[in-house]
């Protein structure tokens, strides 16, 4: 199939499951797309509904994802665009899923949207990137992305930091909470638990610490606990 430009109305539905659709314009998405195998090439991606990526397509855009609405990936994909957030959108990945958007820094994206990355880390290890450097997203544009409930951490959402590789993870924060004699960490996947008697260290890691860690106060009056990149 080949278009201009393609639309896929509010209420409205289309499944791919094998071919080629060509669209030598933008495709809109409103409603709701499966891609669930073939090819499918586009110069540009509206997106207000749902985009549900499974199976084994090939996806290739070429212009920029105007993003909002829901985007939900099951299979690797690195041929996403630039993101441009316009409005409040999600993004899910299943298990293994590696999801990389080009350089967006350059991009305009709404000050009062935020952009919500699902699942991460529960079926890992899941990948995200902006680029392939830390530059990939403005300081400004990754204030506005939020993680819910990343692996092993309480329900909510948390901030994102970028790594050198463009990769987008959750920001280390450590969750603590007590439990009469015991003292209850939890963190998100990639970071070492390290501890110290005061304050100012020395630190030391804790050697096969994962979240959730449970320290029995009563061995020590005085524990101090930070976290470090693996």
Do not use: C
């Not at 090939?58 to 105007?66: A, C, F, M, R």
């Not at 041929?79 to 990945?93: D, V, Y």
């Not at 699942?119 to 819910?148: C, K």
């Not at 590789?165 to 209850?184: K, M, N, W």
């Amino acid at each position: 199939m080949s278009s201009v430009n393609l639309g896929v109305g509010q209420s409205s539905f289309l499944g791919q499951d094998g071919g080629t659709n060509e669209v030598n314009g933008v495709l809109s998405i409103t409603g709701q797309y499966n891609l669930t195998g073939g090819r499918l090439s586009v110069n540009g991606i509206y997106l207000r509904g749902t985009f549900n990526i499974y199976n084994q397509p090939v996806l290739i855009n070429n212009g920029l994802i105007n993003f909002g609405g829901r985007l939900a990936v099951s299979v690797s994909q690195s041929s996403i665009g630039p993101l441009a957030l316009r409005t409040n959108g999600s993004i899910g990945l299943a298990g293994g899923v590696s999801l990389r958007f080009a350089d967006s820094s350059a991009t305009s994206w709404n000050t009062n949207s935020t952009l919500v990355i699902e699942s991460w880390g529960w079926g890992g290890p899941e990948h995200i990137y902006f680029g392939n450097s830390g530059s990939g997203l403005t300081a400004r544009q990754l204030a506005q992305v939020r993680f819910f409930t990343p692996h092993w951490l309480p329900e909510g959402y948390y901030p994102a930091r970028i790594l050198s590789t463009g990769e987008i993870v959750p920001a280390p924060i450590l969750q603590t909470s007590r439990s009469g004699h015991d003292f209850i960490l939890w963190w998100s996947d990639g970071y070492q638990l390290l501890t110290a008697t005061k304050v100012l260290g020395p630190y030391q890691p804790i050697s096969g610490a994962t979240s959730p860690y449970t320290f029995d106060m009563r061995t020590a009056p005085q524990r101090f606990f930070i976290l470090q990149g693996q």
